[in-house]
């Protein structure tokens, strides 16, 4: 399991403390020094089964600069990703990886159910 995280980022603590507490292992990714590529975020976007706008911090700071609320609904999803790819601070996060669930943000009802039951 890869969680591509953001350490200052307190949604991610809480993130890996639950995953602790579960007894879960995973290795960890810096979403600013090793920013996910176009190709990597096209991947876990078609095997995740979300909007792509999950996949967006919609309540980071450069999503609100850049006016991407008012700008994603005009961008082919082709465009979303590649603007994704951009800069990690434009990514949801925490993201989960594993070899067949992708999750963004932290649901801990959602994660129980796709990485326990």
Request: proline share 4%; aromatic share 10%; with cysteine.
């Amino acid at each position: 399991m890869l969680i591509i995280e953001y350490p200052k980022c307190s949604t991610c603590k809480k993130a890996k403390k639950w995953l602790d507490s579960k007894g879960l292992e995973y290795e960890t990714r810096h979403i600013v020094e090793d920013n996910p590529s176009y190709e990597e975020l096209k991947e876990w976007y078609e095997k995740s089964d979300l909007p792509l706008k999950r996949f967006f911090n919609t309540s980071g700071m450069l999503y609100r600069e850049k006016k991407l609320k008012d700008k994603l609904p005009n961008l082919s999803e082709d465009e979303q990703l590649k603007l994704l790819a951009t800069d990690g601070m434009l990514c949801k996060r925490p993201i989960i990886i594993t070899d067949d669930v992708i999750l963004t943000g932290f649901k801990e009802k959602e994660w129980q159910e796709k990485l326990l039951d």
